[in-house]
T-cell receptor, first 112, second 114 residues
Framework: DSGVTQTPKHLITATGQRVTLRCSPRSGDLSVYWYQQSLDQGLQFLIQYYNGEERAKGNILERFSAQQFPDLHSELNLSSLELGDSALYFC???????????FGPGTRLLVL | GENVEQHPSTLSVQEGDSAVIKCTYSDSASNYFPWYKQELGKRPQLIIDIRSNVGEKKDQRIAVTLNKTAKHFSLHITETQPEDSAVYFCAASDPTSGTYKYIFGTGTRLKVLA
């Protein structure tokens, strides 16, 4: 157990819908990173937050947004869902430096 | 931006043999290189990491080597066991603007044949 939690574990929804994925970082970690992993693909960096502020953006679609709250948990919002958004979504956390990132168990999203 | 290339994409070895996975990175400013193991449907788990001021690091059957001049690093697994079968990802930290986000390689599917 990495100490990073994610909910829900599984999510099934329809095209055009909107979902919210939640991540709670390890105790003491200030930074949250979101990654997308499509079937049999690598991990694509989406976005990073540090202590409530956006720090870096990767290949994140405009339909996707995220935020980090004062208690440091983070939410990834995915809207106008398409079939191709089906993937595993992981968050990871660390203290916002070049220390190890610890991954949560992921949320498996299936868009039908 | 940083780019990480990983080879091979698949690797099959006999139990007890060694396995080597290689990665090349593009940004000479990268200074932290972790390796993650991911079993099917599970989270990536750190198995070993190395910093740019170190050339080699070992942890039991696993070792990582780093060649800063050539900008490549490798994972070595000796005496492979069936439970080593998984997908392995290398990554390089991208220190641009203080973000330290990871750029991952495309993964290597390792199969250890009993």
């Amino acid at each position: 157990d990495s100490g990073v939690t994610q909910t829900p574990k599984h999510l099934i929804t329809a095209t055009g819908q909107r979902v919210t994925l939640r991540c709670s970082p390890r105790s003491g970690d200030l930074s949250v990173y979101w990654y997308q992993q499509s079937l049999d693909q690598g991990l694509q960096f989406l976005i990073q937050y540090y202590n409530g502020e956006e720090r870096a953006k990767g290949n994140i679609l405009e339909r996707f947004s995220a935020q980090q709250f004062p208690d440091l948990h983070s939410e990834l919002n995915l809207s106008s869902l398409e079939l191709g958004d089906s993937a595993l979504y992981f968050c990871a956390s660390n203290q916002g430096n070049d220390e190890t990132q610890y991954f949560g168990p992921g949320t498996r999203l299936l868009v039908l | 931006g940083e780019n990480v290339e990983q080879h091979p994409s698949t690797l099959s070895v006999q139990e007890g043999d060694s396995a080597v996975i290689k990665c090349t990175y593009s940004d000479s400013a990268s200074n932290y290189f972790p390796w993650y193991k991911q079993e099917l449907g599970k989270r990536p788990q750190l198995i070993i990491d190395i910093r740019s001021n170190v050339g080699e690091k070992k942890d039991q059957r696993i070792a990582v080597t780093l060649n800063k001049t050539a900008k490549h690093f490798s994972l070595h697994i000796t005496e492979t066991q069936p439970e080593d079968s998984a997908v392995y990802f290398c990554a390089a930290s991208d220190p641009t603007s203080g973000t330290y986000k990871y750029i991952f390689g495309t993964g290597t599917r390792l199969k250890v044949l009993a």
